[in-house]
């Protein structure tokens, strides 16, 4: 809120009122010029739950049988939606299962990477079982092709079995709570939010055991904090409090620096570790405040406010990959207005 002092500092000149928008990442700092403070005078914090699907996920299974009969080692091309393209032979071999088992899983994985297969021969009919490489539903239903290059009966079984991960409403509640703090080096304002979820009591009519659930609206507070120095946003998860514990470092008797969290802001070799997004071809990750030995890790991120983008759109469209029959953000977003002041805060007081 704007009191009457900062009016008349602004009216003179000597303030102005700013709008900072915290989001996507977890990544925020209100930067204070040395000589003037900031008033925090209000805040939207825009509702969202971290989550992702929490498994089972199961990939999608497909199989072509066939007889070799009097025919003996038979050359087959397969491919899988048109990939590969121009589909080279594999020679399955009645006297060779191991063989034809390793060729044919070197075939897949030069031309399907992940995808595996088994193997099985009965007498003299071959059943080979291809799993694919994504778990999911992406592939049910779709119908593998194998050509023989000699014709012959083959049975084709399309792709099925493949099954999305799900929620589960402990996954919701977990998510559901967060904790926001506003701090500097003399002051620091927390606060616990209870995020905006709605269930929606009808279920999908194609599978009673899911739910709709959406996330909207945000929560506004008018405030009056002061800070005299940078500001560093946090946004974190409430843990489950089996969870509530931390292990903190051992300072020396005569120090009277506040002890942190073992392995706070300290990364190997010394470097500090700050909070960052990491903007690369893969997506985005949102890297937290890392322990002692993550330092050297690629990517040290946490399932908070991680981001599985869509290739190609890394940069505008930062959204998990979320169930279907969801609405609502799953990253922070926080709009915060403050007053900058050009002078320190006992001449503001003064003046007051």
């Known amino acids: 809120m704007l009191s009457a002092a ?17 989001g996507v990442g977890g990544v925020g700092r209100i930067d204070v010029p040395q000589g003037s403070f900031i008033i925090i005078t209000d805040f939207d914090y825009f509702h969202f739950v971290d989550i992702k699907p929490s498994g089972p996920a199961t990939p999608a ?31 399955f071999d009645p006297g060779d299962v191991p063989t034809t088992t390793t060729d044919f899983n070197n075939y897949l994985a030069a ?3 992940g995808f595996t297969a088994s193997v099985v021969l009965v007498g003299t009919v071959f059943t080979i079982t291809v799993t694919t490489t994504t778990p999911g539903t992406m592939y049910n239903g779709i119908l593998a092709t194998a050509t023989p290059a000699i014709p012959f009966a083959i049975i084709v079984t399309p792709f099925a079995g493949g099954a ?17 703090e506003l701090r500097s080096e003399k002051s620091r304002n927390h606060y616990v939010i209870q995020e905006n979820v709605i269930f929606d009591a009808l279920s999908l009519f194609f599978d009673p055991s899911q739910l709709i659930y959406n996330v909207f609206g945000m929560y506004h507070r008018d405030v009056y904090l002061v800070h005299t120095a940078h500001v560093q946003i946090d946004i974190i998860r409430v843990p489950r409090p089996t969870n509530w514990a931390a292990t903190y470092s051992q300072l020396d008797n005569k120090s009277q620096e506040n002890a942190n969290p073992v392995g706070y802001g300290i990364a190997p070799a010394g470097m500090p570790t700050v909070r960052q997004v990491d903007f690369n071809g893969l997506g985005e990750f949102y890297k937290p405040l890392s322990n002692a030995f993550d330092g050297l890790n690629a990517l040290p991120s ?25 609405n ?13 002041v050009d002078m320190n805060w006992n001449e503001f007081v003064k003046q007051s």
Do not use: C, W
């Open 6 to 22: 900062l009016e008349r500092v602004i009216m003179k000149g000597k303030a102005k009122y700013h709008t900072f928008t915290y």
């Open 164 to 180: 999305d991960a799900n929620l589960q409403f402990s996954d919701l509640t977990d998510a559901s709570t967060h904790q926001m």
């Open 328 to 340: 609502g953000r799953n990253y922070p977003t926080v709009n915060i207005g403050y007053v900058m």
């Open 111 to 113: 031309n399907l990477p």
């Open 302 to 326: 946490q399932t908070e406010f991680k981001v599985d983008a869509i290739p190609g759109r890394e940069l505008r469209d930062p959204t998990l990959a979320l169930p279907i029959f969801v």
């Open 61 to 91: 299974i497909g199989d072509f049988t066939f007889d070799t009969g009097p025919l003996g080692a038979v050359n087959i091309a397969y491919s899988v939606a048109g990939v590969p393209a121009v589909p080279s032979n594999v020679v």
